[in-house]
């Protein structure tokens, strides 16, 4: 058959322009198929990375233990809680967890924490406010705090605190000064503001205040465990089958970042439906391009076809020869609206550096791999018309004229 | 001598009913190998429609048809394209040769289907060929710049490429000057002595039909001399 490759080839080097013409349609064609996967790959990137980049990706949370129910002697159930005093659930073993989540592929970071609700008070001043306790050179794991940062810095020690900036305006502090700070279970503290943070979320930037974890456990009173685990993944989409994961291997309630985002899920999976359906377009045009071109070339050379059928070329060869042409095509196209895709795709900016107002092309979802593939398929299926048209030839129409 | 290929009874019969075309009609033709024959007869007696049957390239309405003791009215597409590749040469009137590959590629074709391949021994013969049909320089011209006797030349030299036992030429010399017509005849003539292949050339050109040891004349869909 590298006979029949070498026919094929010629037919097309026999008509450079029409061949040219063709192999252009074909790349616009990828072109678009690639700048489709870039940009659906790209938005929703942006959009995850704005939605959930902040976030944890799987999340341990204490369960409350039931309180534990005892039977009198008389058949009466004695319930036994302790008065006054908050019950906070705790993950006791965290320390033994740690490591063994910290091992589990997929994991970026892990980020044990102690939160719990309080008070600052400053003067006369008071605030609401949700107090996270961090491990010291952990606190940029999950919430990028550090790029946040507009004054003073994120570095948690003893004795320290870092506040959103409506909540430190609201109480006129400045970085340096001392603020009280009583949680919920009534243990008080004076603390230092040594960083205040923006993250433009209201909610985050009005309420919250992060301390070291040795500072939370005194505040909350808990000598031992922390009340949450948050986990940072390499992968988002990796969620589901990670937590699940870490789950069967610790027995904890770890839980996705897609449980409770479904309407984000449906929104980005109608998106790539709109992404696929353009592409199949895409390919629906090379296909019906090269079917038509070919079979022109078919009608065009129904003599020379009738030689070679004369001389002892078979109805496979024939076929062969066209099927080749088909191929040779959606390579050539292939190939270059590949890599006019990459060209076209360079000047916009990487995938860490997207900004609001242009479109977050990603270059390195361009599927240009798959483009080349789905094309040299599309273009072998569309010449496999004309090649059995041209099959058909009978050896007679050698001698006509 | 003994025969090459024998036709009984053909009849060749374009379309049906009210515009139907009776060409042959009981057509009865034996060839022996090594002879060089003329097949005469005046334009639409169906010269063209005889060699296209006896070349395999269609099949007549009814009649039996043997060559070199195969039957060929039973034989497939596939069987006859093998048979036609080693067995019969053709030169045609029209579109004779392909015209984006040049004189050596269009007369080594025939082996190169066969092959796979275009062999360097193959290409060696062609080579050859083109030489004894005195093309020696003009062995890697394109087609499409060679003029119409050398056309007809390179034509010739590819029906012998896989020295076939039978070559059919349709009116080869009829779009040629007189001068290009008898140099191809010549040709014609030099390897039908010095190699024994048989051809069978349509005219109606009674000078060229002199040139052959015998006249085949068909008239009426019949052998009528
Ligand atoms: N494919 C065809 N369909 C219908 N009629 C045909 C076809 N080929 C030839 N004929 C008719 O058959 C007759 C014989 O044609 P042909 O064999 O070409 O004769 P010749 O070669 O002697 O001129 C003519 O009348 C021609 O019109
Ligand atoms: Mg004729």
Sequence with gaps: MLYALKIATRYLTANKAQTALLVTGVAVGVFIFIFMSALIGGLAEFILSRTVGDISHVTIEAEFDDPPLLISPRGHVLVVAERGRTRTATLTEAATWLPLIEAVPGVKAVSPQITGAGFLTRGAQVAQVSVTGVEPGRESAILDLDGYMVEGEARLGSGLIVLGRELADDLALTIGQTLRVQSANGVTAALTLSGIFDTGNGGMDGARAFTSLSTARTLFAMPQGVTRIEIKLGELNAADATAQRIRAMTGLDAVPWTDGAEQLMEALNAQAQTGYFLKTFALITIVIGVASALLLSTYRRRPEIGIMRAMGAGRRFVIFVFVAQGALIGLMGGVTGAALGYVALLPFPSRDAFEAGTLPMDITQGSYGLAITLTVIGAILASILPARSAARVEPVTAIGQ | MSALLEVRDLFKTYGTGDTATRVLRGLNLRLEAGEMAALLGPSGSGKSTLLTILGTLTKPTSGSFVMLGNDMIAAGDKELTDFRNAHIGFVFQFHNLLPDFTALENVVFPSAVREGRETPAARARGRDLLTRMGLA????????????????????????????????????????????????????????????????????DDKIAGLCQRQIVVGDGVVTG
Aim: aromatic share 2%; glycine share 8%; proline share 4%.
């Design chain 2, 137 to 204: 320089d003009r062995i890697n011209f394109p087609t499409a710049n060679l003029s119409g006797g050398q056309k007809q030349r390179v034509a010739v030299a590819r029906a012998l490429m896989n020295s076939p036992e039978l070559v059919l030429a349709d009116e080869p010399t009829g779009n040629l000057d007189r001068a290009s017509a008898m140099q191809v005849m010549d040709l014609i003539g030099q390897i039908n002595r010095d190699e024994g292949t048989t051809f069978l050339i349509s005219t109606h």
